[in-house]
């Protein structure tokens, strides 16, 4: 009976997912403690604290710090502005980082991206960059450190992202464009 072959394999392969998950438990040793009642102590990793600052005053008084686990989307209309705005908030965001910022884009040419990114955190227009590359080169490098990595991901997969922040242990991780 074709049913019976495929639901004993099923079975089968259901087993033997139960024993690796068991054998990587035993290996974690994962011990989950309850949050602090601690009230000092949830202000200061709440507020007071400071994450990585906006560039934008108004984002850090209605939005605050970003700090680890905070997640947040930016929606707008096609050709709006997203990539702009997050080349000015995330290059600000990078000269703070203690680790890589990892930018993640998977929309317009990353070359493209890389250099409005550079001219946000500079300050200057297209012309401006080109009058002056080397000694923009060396401003760059200055205040960013090589701490902010634009991956083009068009083609990646899952698993080579996750690579990629296993790898650097991002303080900040971007994703332009999730389809």
Not at 27 to 43: G, W, Y
Not at 90 to 96: D, R
Not at 128 to 148: C, S, V
Not at 155 to 176: G, M, R, W, Y
């Amino acid at each position: 009976d074709w049913s019976s072959d495929v639901c004993s394999s099923d079975l089968e392969d259901v087993d033997k997912i139960i024993k690796q998950l068991e054998t990587v438990d035993e290996l974690t040793n994962l011990v989950l403690e309850p949050v602090t009642d601690d009230i000092e102590q949830l202000l200061n990793e709440t507020y007071l604290q400071t994450g990585l600052r906006w560039r934008l005053d108004a984002l850090n008084k209605s939005i605050g710090s970003l700090r680890k686990g905070d997640f947040g989307f930016v929606f707008a209309r096609p050709e709006t502005g997203k990539t702009t705005f997050l080349a000015s908030e995330i290059t600000k965001m990078a000269e703070q980082a203690e680790r890589a910022v990892l930018w993640f884009n998977n929309e317009e040419q990353s070359n493209k991206v890389k250099l409005r990114c550079i001219q946000a955190l500079l300050g200057l227009t297209n012309v401006e960059l080109q009058r002056d590359p080397k000694g923009a080169q060396q401003e760059y490098d200055r205040r960013i450190q090589g701490r902010l990595l634009l991956y083009d991901v068009v083609s990646a997969t899952a698993k080579d992202i996750e690579q990629i922040c296993k790898h650097h242990n991002p303080s900040l991780i971007v994703f332009d464009q999730i389809d």
